[in-house]
């Protein structure tokens, strides 16, 4: 696969392109019922050893959106269409390495280990920090902050649970909703390096179980969660690690999605729900709540505050690095069937090296699914 040329933000990253600045080249698979680190799967890992391989995968991503680098930036310009020259050393697989150390050591030593200072607080999309300030920026109008940032209960704002209740109302009351347990659909997915949309599978249940089956040319995209583990497998021209073990907050983040798609279940997705003070998103009102996802992960969700409908959830993890953050935004509500409940149709998930959109156009809710469905990929 060719990698991509476009320089820029991680929101403009493909889903095909991660910049994996400090390796790689598949060098064998550790026992298939635990999750292998990276330096077990690639070649040269000198740094980030002892991350499981979608941590690490997420690593290349903040790298990526952070510097505004592509694979071929970081690594050589042939590594476009060989995995195995990703192992090889460059100028700037070096400087990543001192980077992180000094990382590590300014954090240790100003802020008592805290991860308060990234690649992203120096570079901020760019590839060389820029010293001098703007004047454009100055007095221009800055650009809308991301609501996700970690808050505590904010005075005079609603309870969380009774934002997630107006919501529950605005998509079929709690009758409707607690009755509306699963679905499976067919539609459409378009990733960003795509040309056009290709053929999509869903089924989802309100336990969190989840599977995605995407199909573009190069092959089958498929995502699962069973309700203890969850795993991505994808062709080998598109990843240099074909399947891979979805572990800690990418593991709960999968299941977080699918429960999103049954409001009943909301309340119960995360912990230490508060609310915080309200933003704007494409010029309408939001109410911002904010939850505990698993160990060490935080999510939050935002309602617009006139229709009460669920429009943005972002969620973010740690890393080596930083913050590892996925979004979804969600549109396009409507009826599910004859349920009397609403859900989004379409939605668009971005992370820090690609964005994938979603359009449904036949759901049948509460279908009875086959727990094989939701099995690891290869079984299948």
Not at 47 to 64: A, E, H, N, R, W
Not at 111 to 124: E, I
Request: proline share 7%; with cysteine; aromatic share 10%.
């Amino acid at each position: 696969m060719t990698a991509m040329t476009r320089r820029g933000v991680a929101a403009a990253l493909g889903t095909t392109a991660a910049a994996w600045m400090l390796s790689v080249v598949v060098a064998g698979q550790a026992a298939p019922d635990r999750a292998p680190n990276a330096e077990e799967v690639f070649k040269n890992i000198q740094v980030l050893k002892g991350i499981p391989v979608d941590q690490f995968m997420g690593t290349m991503g903040f790298f990526s959106s952070s510097l505004g680098l592509n694979c071929t930036d970081c690594h050589t310009y042939d590594s476009g269409g060989d995995w195995v020259k990703y192992a090889d050393d460059t100028p700037l697989k070096r400087t990543a390495r001192r980077m992180i150390t000094m990382m590590q050591q300014i954090n240790e030593a100003n802020f008592g280990g805290r991860q308060m200072v990234t690649c992203n607080t120096c570079h901020r999309g760019v590839a060389n920090p820029n010293v001098m300030p703007s004047i454009d920026q100055l007095y221009g109008t800055p650009p809308p902050d991301e609501p996700g940032d970690p808050f505590t209960q904010a005075q005079g704002q609603p309870t969380a649970e009774s934002i997630i209740d107006k919501y529950i109302t605005a998509v079929g009351g709690a009758q409707k909703v607690a009755a509306f347990t699963s679905f499976t659909a067919t539609g459409t997915y378009k990733g960003y390096d795509d040309s056009e949309e290709t053929p999509l599978e869903i089924a989802m249940t309100s336990a969190g179980q989840y599977y995605t089956s995407a199909h573009p040319a190069s092959g089958p995209h498929i995502t699962t969660f069973d309700g203890r583990a969850a795993w991505y497998a994808a062709p080998p021209t598109d990843r240099p690690f074909p399947f891979i073990a979805l572990t800690g907050q990418e593991m709960d983040g999968i299941k977080l999605q699918a429960q999103l798609f049954f409001p009943a279940q909301i309340k119960g997705a995360l912990r230490n729900w508060r609310t915080g003070f309200g933003t704007e998103i494409n010029d309408r009102r939001m109410n911002v709540i904010q939850g505990n996802l698993g160990t060490a992960g935080i999510a939050t969700l935002c309602f617009d505050a006139q229709t009460g409908l669920l429009v943005r959830m972002l969620r973010y993890g740690p890393s080596p690095v930083g913050r590892i953050v996925t979004r979804v935004d969600y549109s396009d509500y409507r009826d599910v069937g004859n349920t009397g409940v609403k859900m989004p149709f379409k939605w668009t998930m971005s992370w820090l090296d690609g964005r994938n959109l979603y359009a449904l156009t036949a759901v049948q809710p509460n279908a009875r699914i086959d727990a094989a469905r939701f099995a690891k990929p290869a079984a299948r």
